[in-house]
């Protein structure tokens, strides 16, 4: 979490499917665009479809590969296809199985009460950054929202916040956890990896937004 006012909150949208969804999430203004390659859920693609995608990225919007305790060789498979991601592990990998790539890796955490984030993210220094979502049955959210209190205050790693977003609260999540970045699927949807263009844009704005309010609230007390 981040003390800085002036910090501007990075976005993910994550789940594409389709040329038009990530194209039409670029336009919104999304920082990464996040492919599952995890065969169980329904917004699953292919590391050849994935590498489809991807190539319609601009530079500076980050492809994001993400894994439920795949094999190297799937893993692999991505990497091939997408040889820039930047990968995103969302099952019970080790930190072993993190590094073992030697790639720049965001680490996913399922919050729930007594689960303790600090030594989660300090098991994990190589991490980029710890991605925070619901505690639900399988992997995933499940667009469920969790207690944003259990966030510590500080974190020895940036922190992106996940887990029931959308354009309605989002907002209120970067005012009150100041995250490094914020990542939303089914939030954005018509339809399980169809995303809508309009909540894409929405959700963009409500972020900016809300950036621009913690950094009016940050003027107004030191001019105080």
């Known amino acids: ?117 600090l030594d989660f993210a300090l098991s994990h220094p190589s991490a980029q950054a710890v991605l925070v979502d619901a505690h639900v049955d399988g992997y995933g959210g499940g667009g469920q929202v969790f207690d944003w209190s259990l966030l510590p205050r500080q974190l020895p790693r940036p922190l992106i916040l996940s887990g029931g977003l959308h354009p309605g609260n989002v907002a209120e999540g970067v005012v009150q956890v100041r995250p490094f970045a914020v990542d939303v699927s089914s939030g954005v949807e018509e339809g399980k990896g169809l995303k809508n263009a309009a909540l894409m844009h929405q959700f963009c704005q409500a972020v900016r937004e809300a950036d621009q309010r913690c950094a009016r609230g940050a003027e107004a007390l030191s001019a105080a």
């Open 1 to 117: 979490m981040s003390p800085d006012a002036s910090h501007r909150t990075r976005i993910k949208i994550c789940g594409l499917t389709r040329e038009a969804d990530v194209d039409a999430a670029v336009q919104a203004g999304a920082d990464a665009i996040g492919f599952v390659l995890y065969e169980k859920s329904p917004r699953a693609v292919t590391a050849q479809r994935a590498g489809e995608l991807a190539r319609r990225l601009p530079p500076f919007v980050t492809p994001v590969l993400l894994f439920v305790n795949a094999t190297d060789a799937q893993v692999q498979a991505g990497l091939d296809a997408v040889p820039h991601a930047l990968l995103q592990f969302h099952g019970d990998e080790t930190p072993e199985a993190c590094q073992r790539f030697a790639r720049p890796f965001l680490r996913a955490a399922r919050m729930a009460p007594g689960f303790d984030l």
